[in-house]
């Protein structure tokens, strides 16, 4: 008896593993995700509502950088396999 899942279920192995360097910059996109986005709370209640929505677009790209790896390995999964 097989015990394998159906090929549209095996997630792929990673490639390689992070470097160092890969694992500071996600940290770091992560932080300044968090900075940008209670900046802009503050200018949201200070009334500067351009200057607040501006900086959250800001904050939610940053977090999405620090998710890039989850993210591809997302598409991937739904990709169909070659």
């Given at each position: 008896?097989?015990?394998?899942?159906?090929?549209?279920?095996?997630?792929?192995?990673?490639?390689r593993p992070r470097s160092l360097g890969e694992?500071?910059?996600?940290?770091?996109?992560?932080?300044?995700?968090a900075v940008l986005s209670l900046q802009a709370?503050?200018?949201?209640?200070?009334?500067?509502?351009?200057?607040?929505?501006?900086?959250?677009?800001?904050?939610?790209?940053?977090?999405?950088?620090?998710?890039?790896?989850?993210?591809?390995?997302?598409?991937?999964?739904?990709?169909?396999?070659?």
């Amino acid at each position: 008896m097989v015990d394998s899942k159906p090929p549209q279920f095996q997630i792929k192995r990673k490639r390689r593993p992070r470097s160092l360097g890969e694992m500071i910059s996600t940290v770091c996109f992560f932080i300044l995700g968090a900075v940008l986005s209670l900046q802009a709370a503050d200018f949201l209640d200070a009334g500067y509502q351009v200057r607040g929505y501006a900086l959250a677009v800001c904050a939610f790209s940053s977090v999405c950088g620090g998710l890039r790896f989850i993210i591809a390995d997302v598409i991937n999964w739904f990709r169909p396999s070659s």
